[in-house]
């Protein structure tokens, strides 16, 4: 079965940093872009970032672009979001999933989530 | 940027009632648009992509239909665990999520 499973979230102050781990299996991960989307509890869904296969095409939100860096380590089926600056604006679960091999941007398999909370 | 506006925010229903949610994009998108559904606590679940193909799995009284720059989810007959947030998203351009419908027994 195809799963991801997100770590890393936790409370960090303003200014901080903080990195994300989504650990994948069932799937041949390097065959996939694979992507973050993040919502504030009770609020809608906002797509944060995307990373193809290899690594080598990257996009970002506004929101994100500057501050978060995605990255992915196929040999250990893993991707990450290392995110600096971090503003109470950014507290939101924080989603991985899974896009397509093609690349559009639909989401047919997400994580549970992972909560990050900026806040001092 | 592509906008997405979703309409309407909130629907209230009854079990077998048949619903339509409208996503209206703010350019051209071809037919790159998803649609999902999300229960409180979970993780969204995709239902339809390429704006009318059904996700496998998915009970057939989803469909998704598109006209111009205008798309609808329609719920033929509503059944008890279709009661969630609907969320459609464009991915002509990255991609941008509507806003929402949350679907509610009358």
């Known amino acids: 079965d195809v799963q991801v499973v997100e770590s890393g979230g936790g409370l960090v102050q303003p200014g901080g940093s903080l990195r994300l781990s989504c650990a994948a299996s069932g799937f041949t991960f390097i065959s996939y872009w694979m992507h973050w989307v993040r919502q504030v509890p009770g609020k809608g869904l906002v797509w944060v970032s995307r990373i193809n296969g290899d690594g080598s095409r990257i996009t970002y939100a506004d929101s994100a672009r500057g501050r978060f860096t995605v990255s992915r380590d196929n040999a250990k089926n893993t991707l990450y979001l290392q995110m600096n600056s971090l503003r109470a604006e950014d507290t939101a679960v924080y989603y991985c999933?899974?896009?397509?091999?093609?690349?559009?941007?639909?989401?047919?398999?997400w994580g549970l989530g992972t909560l990050v909370t900026v806040s001092s | 940027d592509i906008q997405v506006t979703q309409s309407p925010s909130t629907l209230y229903v009854s079990v077998g009632d048949r619903i339509t949610i409208t996503c209206r994009a703010s350019?051209?998108?071809?037919?790159?648009l998803a649609w999902y559904q999300q229960k409180p606590g979970k993780a969204p679940n995709l239902l339809i992509y390429?704006?009318?193909s059904l996700e496998t799995g998915v009970p057939s009284r989803f469909s998704g239909s598109a006209s111009g720059t205008e798309f609808t989810l329609t719920i033929s007959s509503l059944q008890p665990d279709d009661f969630a947030v609907y969320y459609c998203s464009q991915y002509h351009t990255d991609a941008t999520f509507g806003q929402g419908t949350r679907v509610e027994m009358k």
């Open positions: 350019q051209s998108i071809n037919h790159w």
């Open positions: 999933v899974r896009g397509t091999i093609s690349g559009a941007s639909y989401f047919d398999h």
């Open positions: 390429e704006a009318s």
